[in-house]
């Protein structure tokens, strides 16, 4: 028996879908083949526990946690339950709620099916995840993890011992196929130095000249001897490697290779993160609006609250992957993507009144929409019947028809090109421009006017000291000690209207903590703009995809004469020190990886951190763990 949703609902998400798809394609875009799943609230749940993929290995220890913690914020209100899930596959596999309203439906054709599917498609990051073969491929690991954890020489706890290990090195198996070319001509050239070297030796006798070429000698053999040659950022493959690490067993091999292969799968997501989002929130509202679409009248409603939900706090819109790349996408529509002068045809939909509202509609009016008010001001009423209207409030529905009509005809190919070819660092570097900048502080600046004409008002309205109102001055600076003196006399009136029920001043906490960041944000603009530029790129960008630099650069062939693994972090002022406590654990878990019963020493920075957020008196520190597990650390001792 088939459900209510299934019986009245899928039909109109049926048209819905096709019909849209047919107006993106028309403006050039070119998505996978959508597979829908339609779940409850609880099964979302446990599809975005798993990312997804609902035989992705969630074993391990650290994915067991994983999956506790997100389920456990989304079922205390700690965490927004998804309307949508889609995965980077061909087809694209789909995860929708079977409560969703049929206008929002609309809305999430546009921005996954389209978006997200065309993003995942056509982006040149994207373009070995090799979605046709990765369900295959992921149920293939799957099956080989429960195979090991029922095998009584291998078991689940080594299982998990391994794969928690593994994770450690997941950023760091980045393949470099020339390293092995480059370690050559390093090689060759360090020889041919060392010839030339021992040459003038000779020719030398004795003296101080005679000194310094055997220190040089000394340092050229050195690196002669370390293997690897180069440093090597490829840590796991490094790892892998029979060479260097010959005790690894067929089992444990298989497990590291699975680890990086979903990593490797992954990572273009981490890297595309505002731009995949951007992209699809320009659908989402682009695609309903094309004349084409001819979305029923009772939808728009629901739909625009959707368009303006990431809006309602100005901080979205210097942070937030659903405002700020929307907002430099339609920059680029509006100002690269250019209307013919003629229309194009089309195919447009035909819809008829329904005769007999009585009828199946109607039943289905009482069944999915109970008439429940709106919880809040800013919610809009749930029509979950999926019912189309048309502007005189009468029933229509989809005659299977459809006719030709004109709309306008736009060269979208500059923004989709934009999309096929940036990851979210370049796309900032080349379109976070200074008039982007320029146009979001003079509205935020705007709202901050309008912030003070409405508090000025309220406190002048409560009979509130004249002394409180404000004039507002031309400064940013004056306009900030307003905001903090108004932030004390807030918190001071919750106390008094508890104590003495004097009135509580007319704005929120939050409201005056927004005009303060926003204030502090435009005013470090205008200090050193491109220096704010740069750094606004970073906090967008590292925060999501930003891996520590760490390389290989002696494999123990010849340091500390001990055969130590020796890594060394490459310390970046933008991105600061190492965190003690994971630089521990992540030591410790790599020594079960690394079967040559050496020590592993990691070489890094170390230092203290002022109240500017400048890194001060830094040292350089090792941290060193023996093949038990035993770690110690401490300065690094300066050169005799």
Request: net charge negative; with cysteine; proline share 6%.
């Amino acid at each position: 028996m088939t459900s209510q949703f299934e019986d009245q609902l899928v039909p109109e998400f049926s048209f819905w879908d096709e019909h849209l798809r047919r107006v993106f394609k028309r403006m050039g875009g070119k998505p996978y083949p959508p597979n829908y799943r339609f779940f409850n609230d609880d099964e979302m749940e446990d599809a975005l526990a798993y990312v997804g993929f609902p035989i992705f290995p969630g074993t391990w220890r650290n994915g067991k946690h994983f999956v506790q913690s997100i389920s456990e914020k989304l079922r205390t209100g700690q965490g927004g339950s998804p309307y949508e899930l889609i995965l980077n596959t061909d087809p694209s596999y789909i995860w929708m709620k079977k409560t969703t309203t049929m206008g929002y439906n609309t809305l999430i054709i546009g921005h996954a099916t389209c978006g997200h599917s065309h993003f995942f498609r056509n982006n040149y990051r994207f373009k070995d995840t090799k979605p046709k073969e990765v369900m295959q491929r992921f149920a293939q690991i799957d099956a080989r993890f429960q195979e090991l954890a029922n095998d009584p020489k291998f078991g689940i706890d080594r299982l998990e011992y391994t794969l928690d290990a593994a994770m450690v090195l997941e950023q760091y198996c980045r393949r470099d196929d020339d390293t092995k070319a480059k370690a050559e001509k390093v090689r060759a050239r360090l020889e041919e130095q060392l010839r030339k070297l021992q040459s003038e030796l000779e020719n030398e006798g004795s003296g101080f000249r005679a000194e310094l070429l055997g220190k040089r000698i000394a340092t050229v053999k050195a690196r002669l001897a370390r293997d690897p040659i180069n440093k090597v950022r490829n840590i796991g493959e490094f790892f892998l490697d029979e060479k260097h690490n010959p005790g690894l067993s067929k089992e444990e091999r298989e497990i590291i290779e699975a680890v990086f292969y979903i990593a490797a799968y992954f990572a273009p997501q981490r890297e595309t993160k505002f731009m995949n989002e951007g992209f699809a929130s320009w659908c989402e509202e682009k695609i309903p609006k094309d004349p084409q679409s001819c979305l029923p009248i009772n939808y728009w409603a629901e739909l625009a609250n959707a368009w303006t939900m990431f809006y309602k706090a100005p901080m979205k819109k210097y942070e937030d992957p659903y405002t700020l790349s929307t907002d430099i996408l339609f920059k680029i529509d509006r100002e690269r993507c250019h209307y013919a002068d003629e229309p194009i045809e089309c195919d447009v939909p035909v819809f008829d009144e329904v005769d007999d509202p009585t009828s199946a509609e109607a039943r289905r009016e009482a069944i999915y929409n109970p008439g429940q008010a709106p919880k809040s001001d800013y919610e809009v009423p749930m029509d979950r019947t999926g019912i189309m209207r048309n502007t005189d409030n009468k029933i229509v529905r989809f005659t299977g028809k459809y006719r030709k009509g004109l709309v306008p005809n736009q060269d979208l190919k500059p923004l989709f090109d934009v999309v096929a070819n940036y990851r979210d660092t370049s796309f900032f570097r080349e379109f976070l421009t200074h008039d982007v900048l320029n146009e979001l502080n003079d509205e935020s600046m705007r709202w901050i006017a309008e912030c003070f004409r409405s508090i000025n008002q309220k406190l002048r309205e409560n009979g509130w000291n004249p002394a409180m109102i404000k004039k507002v001055p031309m400064s940013i600076v004056g306009k900030l000690e307003i905001v903090e003196e108004w932030m004390s006399l807030a918190q001071n009136s919750q106390q008094m209207h508890g104590d003495m029920g004097s009135p509580i001043f007319p704005a929120p906490r939050m409201l005056l903590d927004w005009m303060a960041e926003i204030l502090q944000l435009v005013a470090g603009y205008q200090a050193d703009k491109e220096t704010f530029r740069q750094g606004m790129i970073f906090k967008l960008t590292a925060a999501v995809w930003y891996t520590p630099d760490i390389a290989v650069i002696d494999g123990g062939a010849s340091s500390e004469g001990d055969g130590t693994l020796v890594l060394e972090h490459q310390y970046d002022a933008l991105t600061g020190f190492l965190k003690p406590s994971w630089t521990r654990e992540s030591l410790k878990l790599l020594q079960r990886l690394w079967k040559r019963g050496t020590p592993i020493k990691l070489l890094t920075k170390e230092g203290e951190v002022n109240e500017q957020g400048e890194a001060t008196s830094i040292k350089d520190y090792f941290y060193v763990v023996d093949s038990s597990g035993n770690l110690t650390e401490g300065d690094v001792p300066a050169p005799k």
